[in-house]
């Protein structure tokens, strides 16, 4: 069946959001069956961009008709750029370039990592929905995906049977990654406990800066959709900051980086400052794509119907829920509340009294009047708006806020 330009621009953006998740694990877990993953990914993205290109210049017969379409190529052209990024932070790890120890354990042990798990033979997944397996439940883990041959199913149904041969794309704590690995019938990873104190302070620093610029990044192309979706300039305004940060971060990184390489007595530890610089270059560009995308919520032009109904058909949504007074979610933190195990909703920014916080710690607690823009799977959505005592119709289209962010 012929694919449409919302289904392919749907594609688009969930095989984006996941090759950036699975580019950065393959680095910080050592795994290369991940940055595979990114490359057979990010083969079906430029097949994905190349047809799309095809149909809008067919779709073209007039200067309206060009005007229009111009919104949904500069979409185009900025997955396509979060794609090559990504991919060139998956051949970090193909190359074998080496990534320092303690970038590894920053990220091994952050409140969340994505890990890749097959299913063998023997496995009690086999002939199980992912609803009777109960994984958040047990392991702390959330199936974000799963590929089955060639085919990639993103935001997979709860109802979902699992076959031999299934590989789960998750995301969860660290601590979690072995007893899915075991479930599944594979053997554990056996990861450590991270090794206190660094053999460089200034690769420390800049192990600390990649990290962030890491976070920034993905929290981004987030942002960045959300700003389309929403039409709201506030959140342009935000990603437009997170890409000037991006950018005097990776500065930062150069110079930590030359001066850790001052006092390397071996020529093979260079491969590892070569690896800090490539992932750093590449978080940057990831931003500078996500503040591309946002020119289309700051374009005076209405944005194109169907951009639109893309990034909203999707497996996991971006929208909103707004804390009402009287929520039980009020007064407690998001750790407490666990959204992403209650609602499989990820909260991707807050807003509080016209400023925004990106990626808002889990310690962080709710209040009424906070405005969470999350990525959920629709069902989801409805229970956490439920929860919030948020009252609008599941089809009403976000109202975006007048204030812009104040730095």
């Not at 699975?22 to 990914?41: N, Q, Y």
């Not at 790890?93 to 970038?103: C, K, Y």
């Amino acid at each position: 069946m012929r694919r449409t330009v919302k289904d392919l621009l749907s594609a688009g953006k969930d095989a984006t959001e996941l090759m950036l998740d699975l580019a950065f694990a393959s680095v910080f877990l050592d795994e290369e069956k991940l940055a595979r993953e990114v490359l057979r990914l990010e083969d079906r993205m430029g097949e994905a961009v190349r047809e799309l290109r095809i149909m809008c210049m067919l779709a073209s017969r007039s200067p309206e008709d060009a005007q229009q379409l111009a919104g949904v190529l500069a979409l185009v052209n900025a997955m396509e750029a979060i794609a090559d990024a990504a991919e060139d932070v998956a051949r970090v790890q193909l190359r074998n370039l080496g990534v320092p120890p303690a970038l590894r354990d920053d990220l091994r042990y952050a409140d969340e990592v994505t890990a890749r798990v097959k299913i063998r033979k023997g496995s009690e997944m086999i002939g199980a929905t992912l609803r009777d397996l109960a994984l958040p439940a047990r392991t702390g883990m959330w199936v974000i995906a799963v590929r089955r041959e060639v085919e990639y199913e993103h935001g997979p149904d709860a109802g979902m049977t699992l076959l031999r041969g299934d590989v789960l794309f998750m995301q969860g704590p660290a601590e979690g990654v072995d007893l899915m690995r075991e479930l599944a019938g594979g053997k554990p990873l056996g990861l450590h406990q991270p090794v206190a104190g660094g053999r460089l302070t200034d690769l420390d620093r800049a192990v600390d800066i990649l990290v962030e610029m890491k976070n920034a990044a993905e929290a981004a192309v987030g942002l960045a959709y959300s700003a389309v979706l929403f039409d709201d300039t506030g959140l342009a305004s935000e990603v437009s900051g997170i890409e000037d940060r991006c950018d005097a971060l990776y500065h930062e990184l150069q110079h930590w980086v030359l001066r850790a390489a001052r006092e390397l007595t071996d020529d093979d530890e260079l491969d590892d400052l070569r690896a800090l610089l490539q992932i750093g270059l590449s978080a940057e560009a990831i931003a500078d794509a996500a503040q591309e995308m946002t020119r289309l919520a700051e374009s005076p032009e209405e944005t194109h119907p169907v951009i639109r109904a893309a990034l909203s058909d999707t497996e996991e949504q971006i929208n909103d829920a707004i804390v009402q007074d009287g929520s039980p979610m009020v007064g407690r933190t998001l750790r407490d509340l666990k959204l992403r195990t209650a609602t499989g909703a990820d909260v991707l920014a807050l807003q509080r009294a016209g400023r925004w916080v990106n990626k808002p710690r889990a310690s962080r607690a709710v209040e009424a009047g906070d405005r969470l823009v999350v990525l959920a799977p629709e069902e989801g959505l409805a229970r956490l708006r439920e929860w919030a005592g948020d009252t609008r119709a599941m089809d009403e289209a976000p109202t975006a806020p007048t204030d812009r962010p104040r730095r």
